[in-house]
Nanobody
Framework: VQLQASGGGLVLPGGSLRLSCAASGFNLYYYSIGWFRQAPGKEREGVSLISPNAGSTYYADSVKGRFTISRDNAKGTVYLHMNSLKPEDTAVYYC????????????????WGQGTLVTVSS
């Protein structure tokens, strides 16, 4: 069971990035998927979640209106579309998977990807 996060990079403030989370070894369809981030010297925080059928989504207040989570179960991939990026969005972004949507709201997940670095800087 593996999750592979990708799409990070260096972007100017106000720019956009799309992160991808691909699953291998299991069927993503049955899992809630979350994006979390950890900035240097800070605790990990939940950014966005999506339920297996995309019927429920969650966004942290700090990203509401700027980030959009989506999933393509046929491709086994979940995306995080990030717009209007700010320097405070700089962090390592991790994707995670769990059967329990509510558990993920509390920061718990059975499977974690390796993280992709997003740097927002001029």
């Amino acid at each position: 069971v593996q999750l592979q996060a990708s799409g990070g990079g260096l972007v100017l403030p106000g720019g956009s990035l799309r992160l991808s989370c691909a699953a291998s070894g299991f069927n993503l369809y049955y899992y809630s998927i979350g994006w979390f981030r950890q900035a240097p010297g800070k605790e990990r925080e939940g950014v966005s979640l999506i339920s297996p059928n995309a019927g429920s989504t969650y966004y942290a207040d700090s990203v509401k209106g700027r980030f959009t989570i989506s999933r393509d179960n046929a491709k086994g991939t979940v995306y995080l579309h990030m717009n209007s990026l700010k320097p405070e969005d700089t962090a390592v972004y991790y994707c995670a998977a769990d059967h329990g949507y509510d558990d993920m709201l509390n920061g718990m997940a059975a499977y974690w990807g390796q993280g992709t670095l997003v740097t927002v800087s001029s």
